[in-house]
């Protein structure tokens, strides 16, 4: 009993904090490689199973939730002291949304998966970026394109929705830089 409290605790310490220096991708791999689950294995696994390089989901998810297990977009107030609507139902560390994650769950058979379970999203950036690959023909290595399909969802990317919203592309401006130095730092670190 007491082991179980204490693996109980040790995971949900895991889950409480994001990691620290979330612009070094080995510094984040170090933190999480433990007893409360190895993130460069789920992502590793996650690249073999859609064929997305590891630097790509791990931008993806940085940008999105900045590894934050509960992220959500702010609420809306009301006369500043009445809590409103969210802009959207984005949660997790992939800022899934709640129809977006109800179709992976029916497309994949991942009835539990879950957004706030690092391996889960992970897999779930997979698998989206895989869908934004077939449906739009962007290449799986392209962050900016990739990021910003994304974003607007296949439907909007392929319409271009994308084009005037300086948030996308500052997004995917960002995110695109970030897995060029994840990608750098893992060939320094050996997890290339």
């Not at 082991?3 to 620290?20: D, E, F, K, N, R």
């Not at 998810?61 to 984005?90: D, M, Q, V, Y």
Request: hydrophobic letters at 40%.
């Amino acid at each position: 009993m007491r082991a179980m409290l204490l693996i109980a605790m040790l995971v949900l310490a895991g889950c409480a904090s994001p990691p620290t220096q979330t612009n070094n991708v080995c510094a984040v791999f170090d933190q999480r490689d433990g007893l409360v689950g190895n993130w460069y294995r789920q992502a590793k696994a996650a690249e073999r199973q859609y064929g997305v390089p590891v630097p790509i989901l791990m931008a993806t998810i940085n940008t999105e939730s900045s590894f934050r297990a509960r992220a959500r977009p702010p609420r809306k107030w009301h006369l500043g002291i009445i809590p409103g609507k969210r802009a959207s139902t984005a949660y997790g560390y992939s800022q899934a949304l709640d129809g977006t994650w109800a179709e992976y769950q029916a497309k994949t058979g991942r009835w539990s998966a879950r957004r706030t379970n690092f391996g889960d999203a992970v897999t779930f950036v997979a698998w989206y970026h895989h869908q934004s690959h077939q449906r739009n023909g962007i290449a799986l290595n392209d962050m900016r394109n990739l990021y910003l399909a994304y974003y607007s969802g296949h439907g909007g990317y392929s319409r271009g929705s994308w084009r005037n919203s300086s948030i996308a592309l500052r997004g995917a401006d960002r995110a695109a830089e970030m897995a060029q130095t994840y990608a750098n730092q893992m060939r320094a670190c050996g997890r290339a």
